[in-house]
């Protein structure tokens, strides 16, 4: 369902199961079933909550909120055009928010906890292309001021600073379908490793930071994982 001034439209059902919970939306509309995106979050306005992106790209999109026992709390809807992922900030250089893909518009959103834009022009940065998945640079790396984002179907991961502005970091090949960073605690090379796998190709690939590219140009080479 959604709530908007006090309103409730429901779009099917959501079931969850006390002796194990689970979120389960059984609308027939596939569309109303599409889940795009998850973001967790512990503090703040978020507070301690999961949020995932309801709705096909292209068909509008909600963001609903669930606990951690994973019963569905409330939701909002988002401006825009779809999700395609959904992600909290570390702590550092970026503005708090929860920043959203939107595939059909080529843009990342931000919104605050009652699903309102933050960015006066509409969006945190656009010209992306098709982006889907993202992931923020690590802290305390030469890459913790960029964002990077998946153009899914250009093939290119892109890197976009904290005042919105998009560079092309690495070109690889269409189909992109995951980015995630080296963990700290991994046995994986530096923390500024970017893997990513890619469904169409079903390649997964590793993006080393070019040394000394950063922050003025920003610059990625790819290889084979």
Avoid: H, W
């Avoid at 530096?190 to 610059?219: D, E, F, I, M």
Wanted: aromatic fraction near 8%; include cysteine.
């Amino acid at each position: 369902f959604s709530e908007t001034s006090g309103q409730r439209r429901v779009l099917g059902m959501v079931q969850t199961n006390p002796a194990s919970p689970s979120l389960v939306l059984t609308d027939t509309n596939p569309s109303n079933r599409a889940l795009n995106g998850i973001a967790i979050s512990t503090a703040g306005d978020f507070g301690n909550f999961m949020y995932v992106g309801l709705g096909a790209p292209g068909t509008g999109t909600e963001v609903l909120k669930v606990s951690t026992q994973g019963a569905l709390q409330s939701s909002f809807t988002i401006p825009g055009s779809g999700a395609g992922d959904l992600a909290f900030p570390p702590l550092g250089s970026f503005a708090s928010g929860l920043y959203i893909t939107e595939p059909g518009a080529g843009r990342v959103i931000r919104v605050n906890a009652f699903g309102v834009n933050l960015d006066a022009s509409g969006a945190f940065a656009t010209g992306l292309g098709s982006p889907g998945y993202m992931a923020f640079g690590p802290p305390a790396t030469e890459l913790a001021n960029f964002l990077f984002v998946a153009d899914a179907a250009g093939g290119v991961v892109k890197a976009i600073s904290t005042s919105g502005v998009v560079r092309d970091y690495a070109t690889l090949e269409p189909g992109i379908t995951g980015l995630a960073f080296s963990p700290e605690t991994a046995d994986l090379g530096p923390l500024t490793n970017l893997y990513v796998a890619n469904g169409t190709t079903g390649k997964l690939q590793r993006v080393t930071v070019n040394p000394g590219s950063c922050p003025a140009a920003c610059a990625g080479t790819s290889s084979l994982f």
